[in-house]
């Protein structure tokens, strides 16, 4: 199983990043083979921009997507939404390339959690066709939520992300029957 991790954030250090990270790491564990597309190193153009119907990532990015068979996604809540970053991801994809796909849902806040970010992301996909599964994780007070190697404190945040991995991969099965 392929699976694509993508966070609504251009920086390495972004906190977005290192849980879809975690939870790819959890379905490699499981078999999957993962891939994160990392904004900082292939940034996607802003849809409608000069040139940016022709620009090599979206090209790259959009067969990635279509040859993925689940996503897992990650974006900070921004003014109570999902980043603009995240908008524009998924403003780069159509129905054809990842429609009824699965895609796992996590958000981060820098306050108190709450499933805003989560529920945006959610009517967006359906737009697209795309199955994301009900399970889903946002985490609030996120500064505090990691360790020094990069591991959430709370272990019952931790088993959640294990649960959404692995409902993302079950439900992939079954739809791919
Ligand atoms: C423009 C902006 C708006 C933000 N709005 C919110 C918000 O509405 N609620 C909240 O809890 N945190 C808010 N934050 C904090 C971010 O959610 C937090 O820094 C982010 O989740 C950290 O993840 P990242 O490292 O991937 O960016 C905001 C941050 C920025 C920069």
């Not at 620009?55 to 997507?65: A, G, W, Y």
């Not at 359906?126 to 709370?154: C, N, S, T």
Request: net charge negative.
């Amino acid at each position: 199983m392929n699976i694509v991790g993508l966070a609504g954030e251009y920086r390495k250090t972004s906190k977005s990043g290192m849980l879809v990270n975690l939870a790819l790491d959890i379905a490699a564990s499981q078999g999957s083979d993962v891939i994160f597309w990392d904004l900082s190193e292939k940034p996607l153009p802003l849809v409608g921009e000069e040139g940016c119907w022709e620009h090599p990532n979206v090209k790259e990015f959009q067969s990635l997507i279509s040859n993925a068979d689940a996503v897992l996604m990650c974006s900070p809540e921004y003014h109570g939404t999902m980043s603009g970053v995240m908008k524009n991801t998924l403003d780069w994809m159509y129905d054809k390339h990842i429609g009824g796909k699965v895609v796992g849902l996590m958000s981060t806040l820098g306050g108190v959690t709450n499933a805003n970010t989560l529920n945006h992301m959610r009517i967006a996909l359906r737009w697209l066709h795309a199955w994301p599964v009900p399970e889903q994780l946002a985490i609030g007070h996120v500064k505090e939520a990691f360790d020094d190697q990069g591991q959430l404190v709370d272990g019952d945040l931790h088993d959640r992300l294990e649960s959404l991995v692995h409902s993302v991969i079950e439900t992939s099965k079954k739809l791919s029957v």
